[in-house]
């Protein structure tokens, strides 16, 4: 029995040490720095320490909680490890979660501007910027790809500031960590980036970056043959390279009929659309000839392609009577055909109009069938 129990009174040590292990690996670190030197009128917590074991936005959120005004120019001023954990505690920060080491006070200076500047013309060159501008560049698109899906959708520009240049460019690109992008965002944005020197000190610094979302084409989602009337099935969107002509517009495109074969992945151009021909040569084409009450109709045959309101040729199916008629339906023209906006107002003989998509009864009873042009160039 003696044994049982303490065996019992072990095990529970052990869980309660193992709870405290993986609350200490769990508790955020802030590593205090020797000395700081500034360049705001305030002093952050980013000035004088490091924020490990947090991602990358709660690093953020901790680097800018403000401790105190900055000293005046010329003169250093001491901030302990006690002040600090005073000012945490103030604005509400959860002191159990956080562990403090490195150095018991910090020594914290304002930066001369002209000294600083000085030293920047002769250390860095505009290559030197350019150089690490592409570094960044080249680690935020990679970044931005793992992150976001429409990462290929955008064109990315960025610039730091010269002073970071030697930061970025003695760094390794491995190490580089990135806040969260706006996407939506069309003007420039302030990114934080964070990563490793070769101390294993973790290093922050921030730097503008502006997306702009790259133009899209319509483009064929296969090959589409010569006479294809395009539905919106049939068309993908493709990037806008430069140089290339396109249309961004689905509706100047769906409903409209290729004149030559376009193959898949290929932009579509105006130049190779044309809309749907109502009537095509060869065909039999039913003709109307409406004066007031009385409606003739006969058969003749296309010697034009016409769409909707076209002048096409007709031709008797025999003899060699010919006539121009207006288009005014699938495979229907009509003589002296008017739009209804501009039929006589007058009195006496008047031109009525006729319509490809109501059907109208004549004199006999009979109704006349009515066609409609659906995407693809169906009929019903």
């Known amino acids: 029995m003696y044994r049982l129990w303490m065996n019992s009174i ?6 309660v040490c193992c709870l405290g292990t993986a609350e200490t690996l ?7 720095k020797e000395s700081a030197v500034i360049e705001a009128s305030l002093v952050r917590l980013g000035d004088v320490a490091d924020v490990l074991n947090a991602d990358a936005a709660e690093t953020t959120r901790m680097q800018e909680l403000i401790l105190q005004p900055a000293p005046p120019q010329g003169r250093t001023q001491v901030i302990t490890v006690s002040q600090i954990r005073g000012r945490l505690q103030a604005l509400g920060v959860d002191l159990s979660r956080l562990e403090l080491t490195g150095r018991s006070q ?40 793992r992150h976001y899906q429409a990462a290929d959708h955008f064109t990315l520009t960025v610039r730091i500031q010269p002073e970071d ?28 980036l964070q990563f490793m020197d070769g101390q294993g ?22 090959t589409l043959n010569r006479g294809t009337v395009i539905r919106a099935d049939d068309l993908i969107w493709i990037r806008a390279e430069q140089g290339k002509e396109g249309i961004s517009d689905p ?51 296309a010697r034009d392609d016409g769409a909707m309101g076209d002048p096409v040729t007709l031709v008797g199916l025999k003899g060699r009577d010919r006539l ?23 009195p006496g003989i008047q031109f009525i109009s006729g319509s490809a998509a109501e059907p109208r009864a004549s004199r006999t009873g009979a109704v006349q069938t009515a066609y409609e042009i659906r995407r693809g160039g169906n009929r019903k």
């Open 324 to 346: 121009t008629a207006t288009v005014t339906g699938f495979n229907q023209a009509e003589v002296n055909y008017r739009p209804a906006q501009q039929m006589q107002r007058t």
């Open 106 to 145: 910090i020594r914290v200076k304002k930066r001369d501007p002209q000294k600083e500047q000085n030293v920047t013309r002769t250390v860095t060159t505009k290559h030197d910027l350019e150089q690490a501008e592409e570094k960044v560049l080249s680690a935020l698109t990679d970044w931005m790809k």
């Open 165 to 192: 240049v030697p930061l970025i460019r003695d760094n390794r690109v491995e190490t580089f960590q990135f806040s969260e992008l706006d996407l939506q965002r069309g003007t420039e944005q302030l990114v934080a």
């Open 26 to 32: 769990q508790a955020e670190i802030l590593r205090l």
């Open 10 to 15: 072990l095990s529970l040590s052990l869980a």
């Open 201 to 222: 000190m973790v290093r922050q610094t921030r730097f503008a970056c502006q997306l702009k979302r790259v133009p899209e084409i319509l483009a064929a989602k296969y």
């Open 251 to 301: 509706s100047k495109v769906i409903g409209r009929e290729l004149t030559r074969t376009v193959y898949q992945s290929q932009a579509i151009r105006n130049q190779e659309l044309i809309q749907v021909p109502l009537v095509r040569n060869g065909s039999i084409v039913t003709v109307y000839a409406r004066r007031g009450g009385i409606s003739v109709r006969r058969e003749m045959r």
